[in-house]
């Protein structure tokens, strides 16, 4: 099956420690988007990656990390200086950058902060 | 301002009426516009895309655009209880899409 996957679905974090989200995808999508969801409010922005071993920051990218050395898989570090983690993330791809190219959606991780 | 605002709901409609749903942004040079639904503690579902001005029909969904005024409205025919759920205007950006904060939909059976 073709897909986006991302694990784990549920994560729970100590304070001051770094964890990492995974995803995957085998679509053989160029982009590859990490977005971040608070209640009540849409999605942010955090890093993306147009192609391998390149990524950007997006709007909130501060006291998070991501790397891209290959083109299935975009993992995202959220590390001890981000100050307010609790929250629902999403991993996304698409084929290319242009316009009409659909983003998808993977399952998400939900990560607390005990 | 936002990019992008969404009525702010919670809408409610009955079983079998047309939900109506709208959405704003700011971008005027945005070339593609997206509704996404997501299911209570579920990821965001590409459900219609919409890059032209005027309507698009998908079976009981229909998006419509309107650049000028930028606008893009997505509407619910013979809702359903399944349909329930809270829906995420996306408007395409440089290099991003940017989100609505989304309207929550309840179809009462």
């Known amino acids: 099956d073709g897909g986006i996957t991302q694990s784990p679905k549920y994560l729970f974090r100590k304070e001051g420690q770094n964890v990492t989200l995974s995803c995957e995808q085998n679509l053989n999508h160029d982009a590859m988007y990490w977005y971040r969801q608070d209640p009540g409010q849409g999605l942010r922005l955090i890093y993306y990656s147009q192609i391998v071993n390149d990524f950007q920051k997006g709007d909130i990218a501060e006291g998070y990390s991501v790397s891209r050395e290959k083109k299935e898989s975009f993992p995202l570090t959220v590390t001890s200086a981000q100050k307010n983690p609790t929250a629902f993330y999403l991993c996304?791809?698409?084929?290319?950058?242009?316009?009409?190219?659909?983003?998808?959606f993977g399952p998400g991780t939900r990560l607390t902060v005990l | 301002q936002k990019e992008v605002e969404q009525n702010s709901g919670p809408l409610s409609v009955p079983e079998g009426a047309i939900a109506s749903l709208n959405c704003t942004y700011s971008?005027?040079?945005?070339?593609?516009f997206f509704w996404y639904r997501q299911y209570s503690g579920k990821s965001p579902e590409l459900i219609m895309s919409?890059?032209?001005?005027g309507d698009k029909e998908d079976g009981r969904f229909t998006a419509q655009l309107n650049k000028a005024s930028q606008y893009v409205s997505l509407l619910i025919r013979d809702s359903q209880p399944s349909d329930s759920a809270t829906y995420l205007c996306?408007?395409?950006?440089?290099?991003?899409?940017?989100f609505g904060a989304g309207t929550t939909v309840t179809v009462r059976a």
């Open positions: 971008d005027r040079v945005s070339q593609s």
């Open positions: 996306a408007v395409k950006g440089d290099y991003k899409l940017s």
């Open positions: 919409i890059y032209s001005n």
């Open positions: 996304a791809s698409k084929p290319g950058l242009e316009f009409y190219n659909e983003q998808f």
